[in-house]
């Protein structure tokens, strides 16, 4: 929250701290982050904490982490929930205030307080972790960046400016005159115009249920809640000014006469095609109708919704020339759950995803088809109906603006980081598993044998697996035995170094749809001085390679998991446990078909894992000759994930099993829990059952995020 220089500066104008001045305005809430927030008093800290505000401390040196805020942890004690900063000095990437804002609202929904190293945003100083209680600060050190914000993006702005999340998503510069604030020359501008919200600063508080689209960027938990959670979603009112400033200027040039692409051409091949002014609303229409040319099976509702949002993101941000009320007759779709129906194969990532967005646009027409609520395919005209909404008509640009853009890929490859962020770690809690139960060692977990190679996903993996090997009376038995084996196979000593890997491939696919939210994708494009230019940022390479890296990382994952339960079958190589894990093997096969599958399942994923963005199909006559195939890309991506979740099902059975086979030793605490939660579907070892609804169940635990809250209520947070 700015420099000493700011913080006295905005008392001295205002006669109010930093922090009461954003209290006394009603921007404080749990939608609010605080960015570079390097001096708060007590009082600041109280304030923000009981607002329940994410707070991003951004220490340029060890005095000011200890001396300008105090210490961090008392930030925590407050109530808010807070990170350790890069190591900025004057300058900051606003790339960098969106990683602060989408880490926090999405550590928000995962635990308040105490967050593991490998979650911060940028690289804090060994003394910032270690007044956070964290002890593995590792080889961090004062003045080291972090992979996540070495990037560097324009505009740049100052560090005394605030960046606020959610709802009032807005830049304040604290210390400006009132009124006023200033450019990065220092230039005076009016004061920025707050976003429109129905409801009052206290009811916003306690009101989560909305999501309010503005100029700025959408936070990926943003777009998780309305995809998934339904959450409502409503336009600022900064939204509607930026969208009808660029509808004015598509006006002017209709009445200018000047030639446009896509305003007064056709598409594609056919953009040296002049259309006239009385036919530019058809052309719009016909547009939408010829590219709704889908096939295949419907996408999963809460891709279509992802999908529906981001577009309304890329209208509101005020370079698309489209008249307001087309987004909010997106958003009204999104509020009435009228879910389009958008056919699984039609797009080559370039330019964007024009197919499945024009089968979304076709239903604001009152034609095409929707998603029924069982799965049923009805006509948009019923279903407008039955939501009491009226079809709109497009006028100039519109149709275009609709279609042309990443939504879908970008929608899709969120969805999957959130899935495979969760999918991580419960690969950690599925090795350690099946590690104890063949009493492998916990030697290669010790921090300082990754601290030596300092691969931040490694390191978060290692962390994990040794914290949930804690405590274990398996483990013990075996720790000081000379005739143990020496080392493990590499599917268990080495399961933090291709996790880990796994890990830094999500990082930086993250990275990927953090830059991604931040992008304008239509095509052409609206600019503040008045000109329509036509532009590449529709193509799909950045999210297609991004989704293609993520599947093989996953794919490996699967991979060394099915090795581990292969081990744990084998009577030759699991130390003492019997055949395929049952204690009547001959009439009983216990889990040898489970691991058939299991080994089906990596193949498949091998086949995923073969990069969909290197198989461009040149289009359009040749004039779209190269193509991302990002959208293939990120739906085989979720392929691999889903699939990925089966194996790791397979591996908690097999490791729950052979702990079992333990007894009468006992697992760690974590392990305990699972062993529980897995015998009160499958039992104990004993007789062979009907596996595929024991393998389901297996799924669903691998799956809940609540199986995952409760082993680490044992074991304490899992990275």
Known sequence: MGASASYEACVGAHGLTPTALLAQAGLLGPFTTVVHATHLDAAGVRTLGAA???VCVCPTTERELADGIGPARAVVDAGAVLSLGSHSHAVVDLFEEARAVELHERLRTQQRGHFGPGA????????????????????????????????????????????????????????????????????????????????????????????????RVVSPAEVLAVARQSQRVELADSAVAAMAASRAIVDAIERDGRPVYGVSTGFGALASTPIEPQRRAELQHALIRSHAAGIGAPMPREVVRAMMLLRVRSLALGHSGVRPQVAAALVELLNHDVTP??????????????????????????????????????????????????????????????????DGMLGMLLLALDDARHLLAMADVTAALSIEAMLGSIGPFQPELHAIRPHPGQAASAANIHRLLQRSAIMDSHRNDVTHAVQDAYSMRCAPQVAGAA?????????????????????????????VESTGNFHGAPLGFAADFLAIAAAEVGAISERRVDRLLDVTRSRDLPPFLTPDPGVNSGLMI????????????????????????????????????????????????????????????????????????????????????????????????????????????IAERAFRARLESACGPLD
């Open 52 to 54: 329940g505000c994410g």
């Open 120 to 215: 911060l945003l940028g690289a804090a100083t060994v003394a910032g972790h270690r007044s956070l209680g964290w002890p593995d600060a590792g080889e961090l050190r004062p003045g080291a960046r972090a992979d996540l914000v070495t990037v560097s993006l324009r505009p740049r702005v100052h560090a005394n400016q605030l960046a606020l999340g959610g709802g009032g998503r807005l830049a304040v510069e604290l210390g400006a005159a009132p009124g006023a604030r200033r450019t990065d020359r220092g230039r005076a501008r009016p004061p920025a115009r707050r976003p429109h919200h129905p409801l009052g600063p206290e009811q916003r508080r306690r009101s989560m249920s909305t999501v309010y689209v503005t100029p």
């Open 341 to 406: 129906w958008v056919p699984e194969h039609g797009s080559l990532g370039a330019s964007g995803d024009l197919a499945p967005l024009a089968h979304c646009a076709l239903v604001l027409l009152g034609e095409g088809w929707v998603l029924g609520k069982d799965g049923d395919r009805q006509p948009a005209s019923d279903a407008l109906a039955q939501a009491g909404l009226a079809p709109i008509a497009l006028a100039a640009k519109e149709g275009l603006a609709l279609i042309n853009g990443t």
């Open 503 to 531: 890990r830094d491939t999500l990082d930086h696919a993250n990275i990927v749809a953090a830059r991604e939210l931040l992008s304008v994708v239509d095509n052409p494009v609206v600019l503040t001085d008045g000109r």
């Open 594 to 701: 489970a691991q058939y599958t299991a080994a089906g399942i990596v193949a498949e994923n091998r086949r995923l894992a073969a990069p969909a963005s290197v198989d461009s199909v040149p289009t359009s006559g040749m004039q779209e000759d190269h193509v991302s195939m990002g959208w293939a890309a990120t739906r085989k991506l979720r392929t691999v994930l889903d699939n990925l979740t089966s194996l790791l099902a397979v591996e908690l059975l097999a490791g729950v099993r052979g702990i079992q086979l333990r007894a009468p030793m006992t697992p760690a605490p974590a392990a305990a829990i699972a062993v529980a939660e897995v015998a009160a579907f499958a039992g104990m070892p004993g007789p062979d059952l009907f596996l595929a609804p024991v393998l389901e169940s297996a799924r669903t635990l």
